[in-house]
Protein backbone atom coordinates (compact mmCIF):
# COMPACT_ATOMS: atom_id res chain seq x y z
CA UNK A 1 0.00 0.00 0.00
CA UNK A 2 1.28 3.17 -0.98
CA UNK A 3 0.42 6.36 0.62
CA UNK A 4 -0.12 9.75 -1.29
CA UNK A 5 1.81 12.95 0.15
CA UNK A 6 -1.47 14.21 1.95
CA UNK A 7 -1.39 10.92 3.77
CA UNK A 8 2.32 10.97 4.40
CA UNK A 9 2.04 14.59 5.72
CA UNK A 10 -0.74 14.00 8.61
CA UNK A 11 0.84 10.41 9.52
CA UNK A 12 4.89 12.04 9.83
CA UNK A 13 2.46 15.14 12.38
CA UNK A 14 0.63 11.82 13.87
CA UNK A 15 4.07 10.47 14.43
CA UNK A 16 5.55 13.33 15.45
CA UNK A 17 3.13 14.34 17.88
CA UNK A 18 3.91 10.69 19.82
CA UNK A 19 7.38 11.47 19.92
CA UNK A 20 6.52 14.89 21.62
CA UNK A 21 4.08 13.03 24.29
CA UNK A 22 6.81 10.77 25.12
CA UNK A 23 9.22 12.95 25.40
CA UNK A 24 7.59 15.49 27.64
CA UNK A 25 6.38 12.41 29.93
CA UNK A 26 8.09 9.26 29.51
CA UNK A 27 8.00 8.12 32.87
CA UNK A 28 4.04 8.50 33.19
CA UNK A 29 3.58 7.11 29.56
CA UNK A 30 1.94 4.12 29.02
CA UNK A 31 1.61 1.74 26.31
CA UNK A 32 -1.38 -0.51 26.38
CA UNK A 33 -3.08 -2.91 24.06
CA UNK A 34 -5.84 -0.75 22.74
CA UNK A 35 -9.21 -2.07 21.71
CA UNK A 36 -8.18 -0.58 18.33
CA UNK A 37 -4.80 -2.96 17.48
CA UNK A 38 -6.54 -5.27 18.66
CA UNK A 39 -8.89 -5.13 15.79
CA UNK A 40 -6.23 -4.48 13.10
CA UNK A 41 -5.86 -7.34 11.21
CA UNK A 42 -2.10 -8.09 11.16
CA UNK A 43 -0.09 -11.86 10.79
CA UNK A 44 1.98 -11.06 13.58
CA UNK A 45 -0.43 -9.68 16.48
CA UNK A 46 2.79 -9.23 19.18
CA UNK A 47 3.73 -6.15 18.20
CA UNK A 48 6.99 -5.55 19.36
CA UNK A 49 6.68 -1.98 20.29
CA UNK A 50 4.43 -2.54 22.78
CA UNK A 51 6.93 -3.99 24.79
CA UNK A 52 8.38 -1.37 26.32
CA UNK A 53 8.47 2.35 25.69
CA UNK A 54 11.92 2.56 24.96
CA UNK A 55 11.34 -0.31 22.04
CA UNK A 56 8.09 2.22 20.96
CA UNK A 57 10.35 5.25 20.92
CA UNK A 58 12.93 4.02 18.63
CA UNK A 59 10.01 2.55 16.83
CA UNK A 60 8.67 6.13 16.27
CA UNK A 61 11.75 7.66 15.39
CA UNK A 62 12.82 5.03 12.49
CA UNK A 63 9.21 5.60 11.25
CA UNK A 64 9.59 9.44 11.16
CA UNK A 65 12.88 9.26 9.53
CA UNK A 66 11.12 6.94 6.99
CA UNK A 67 8.28 9.66 6.03
Avoid: C, G, Q
Avoid at 6 to 33: A, G, M, Q
Avoid at 48 to 54: A, I, L, T
Amino acid sequence: MALNKEETTVLKILVHKELELIKKDEKNFTISNSPFLNKVHLDDLDLPFMKSVEVYKEFLIKLEKKL
